[in-house]
């Protein structure tokens, strides 16, 4: 079972809907991180929380510790918001353990 | 502007040579990482370096060396030893190794010729 589960793996919206991606972990983790990808490869990074919630834009990130779970939600999508969706968690050597991803496309 | 920058963006190897993909940054971050994405797959972390001439093996080291001889530049060289070398390849730094958001470059995209 790998350590950091993301669902789904492929998102499809139309253009203002409200997007869900979702992101479990199996490890005891400080901080959890929310990044982005771009269609040319770049990774943007999001978030970085270990608890509550944080907005940014019409991005809000929200984490659950005693659950193992997070959620990264959009509002409002744009088809600008089309990438791959990545979460990460700090494992117990310091590095971060990466999820597959989440590829989002938002149809206009 | 700060940023990182890495280079070529696309990258072709022959059979059996050595080829070194390059990673700048001028944020001033003492922490570098290099990591390979394919497809389907989550980023690897294949080498890590915490402070200059310091480097660790990550969790799929085999095939790759690096150096930091210089706090901005994390070199990364794909030897003939890595036997499937073909991926995206991406590097990163951070202001302190652990738990600290990561800043990315946008990938070398290494192929086998």
């Known amino acids: 079972k790998n350590e950091v589960e993301q669902s789904p793996q492929n998102l499809t919206a139309q253009e203002g809907e409200f997007i869900t991606i979702n992101c479990s972990y199996s490890?005891?983790?400080?901080?959890l991180h929310w990044l982005q990808q771009h269609p040319g490869g770049g990774i943007v990074s999001l978030f970085m929380?270990?608890?509550g919630k944080k907005k940014h834009g019409r991005l809000i990130a929200t984490i659950n510790i005693q659950e193992k779970h997070s959620s990264l939600h959009i509002t409002a999508s744009h088809p600008r918001d089309s990438a791959v969706y990545i979460c990460a968690v700090g494992g117990s050597q310091g590095n971060l353990i990466f999820g597959k991803g989440t590829k989002l496309s938002v149809k206009p | 502007d700060g940023g990182i920058t890495q280079s070529p963006k696309y990258l072709f190897r022959k059979e059996g040579q050595n080829v070194t993909l390059s990673c700048e940054q001028n944020l001033n971050h003492d922490a570098m990482y290099w990591y390979r994405q394919d497809p389907g797959q989550g980023l690897r972390l294949i080498y890590y370096s915490q402070i200059v001439n310091d480097f660790q093996k990550g969790d799929i080291a085999e095939g790759y060396s690096v150096s930091r001889e210089k706090k901005e530049s994390f070199p990364l060289t794909v030897t003939s030893a890595q036997k499937n070398p073909t991926a995206f390849y991406l590097c990163?730094?951070?202001?302190?190794?652990?738990?600290?958001?990561?800043?990315f470059g946008d990938g070398t995209r290494l192929s086998i010729l």
């Open positions: 929380l270990s608890s």
């Open positions: 490890v005891g983790i400080s901080a």
């Open positions: 990163a730094s951070s202001i302190r190794y652990s738990q600290q958001p990561q800043h």
